[in-house]
């Protein structure tokens, strides 16, 4: 049976699907939704045309202008990408992380989640995407194979052997372009293209970030919360809050 649970605001109430396909999100979330957790917390952060984010514990009776986006329990989530099946569509609803030069793993905050707003795509902008993807794979399967070869190359800087430095190097891209053709070149779905092209959404933040869940009803209250009034950190300036998050029968 889905597991549905209600977010109640002064704008008006979201209610939201968790997928079983992310246990371990929807379990942490659930739980934290039982014992109050979310109760008098913000939305602290908005940006227009992108998507809100809350679920920081400090924000609760934050003044105005306080810094937030740091609160937490004193846990991470491991990623649960299920992906292309689960993606950024308009409504989707995500986890919030740290950045991956302190989180490689890009494991979920404890708490943080935003859910998606974004915006409609041309199908050349898809495609542009898809080919800054593919260079981004590329760029990540020649750093792996440079991490493996780490002591292999500060031997021969040490030893400021050039020509064997240009022979690894020419041999390491030579085993990425034979890695990226096996794993084949990365491309939208027809469900992401019809939903990017139609609905909107982040493609951009695919693969990258935890989709747990989604908008079923109350779409236009996430449309106007988006579209509140922020200050130079995103905060609203007028605290929206969540007033209740419960599971619903």
């Not at 209610?15 to 371990?24: Q, S, V």
């Not at 992380?97 to 915006?119: A, C, H, L, M």
């Amino acid at each position: 049976m889905a597991t549905r649970l209600k977010i109640k605001t002064k704008e008006g109430d979201i209610t939201i699907r968790l997928y079983d396909e992310t246990p371990k999100h929807r379990d942490n979330f659930l739980k934290l939704a039982k014992e109050g957790y979310f109760d008098g917390t913000l939305f602290h952060r908005v940006i227009k045309d992108f998507m809100i984010q809350g679920g920081d514990p400090d924000s609760k009776n934050a003044p105005k202008g306080k810094m937030l986006g740091t609160g937490g329990p004193d846990y991470t989530i491991p990623a649960e990408f299920v992906y292309p099946q689960l993606f950024h569509k308009r409504g989707a609803l995500s986890a919030a992380r740290t950045g991956d030069e302190v989180n490689p793993e890009r494991e979920s905050s404890g708490s943080q989640f935003y859910i998606v707003w974004g915006k409609t795509y041309k199908p050349a902008e898809l495609k542009q995407m898809e080919r800054q993807m593919a260079m981004q794979q590329e760029q990540d399967v020649f750093n792996q194979l440079a991490k493996h070869h780490h002591d292999e190359i500060m031997s021969l800087r040490r030893n400021r052997d050039r020509t064997g430095l240009q022979a690894l190097q020419e041999k390491l891209i030579d085993e990425t372009k034979a890695t990226c053709r096996q794993m084949g070149k990365p491309a939208f779905t027809a469900e992401q293209t019809e939903a990017y092209t139609t609905i909107g959404g982040t493609p951009f933040l695919d693969n990258q970030y935890t989709v747990f869940g989604e908008v079923e009803a109350g779409l236009d209250v996430v449309e106007r919360i988006q579209n509140c009034q922020t200050d130079r950190n995103d905060r609203p300036l007028e605290d929206i809050r969540i007033e209740g998050l419960t599971e619903e029968e």
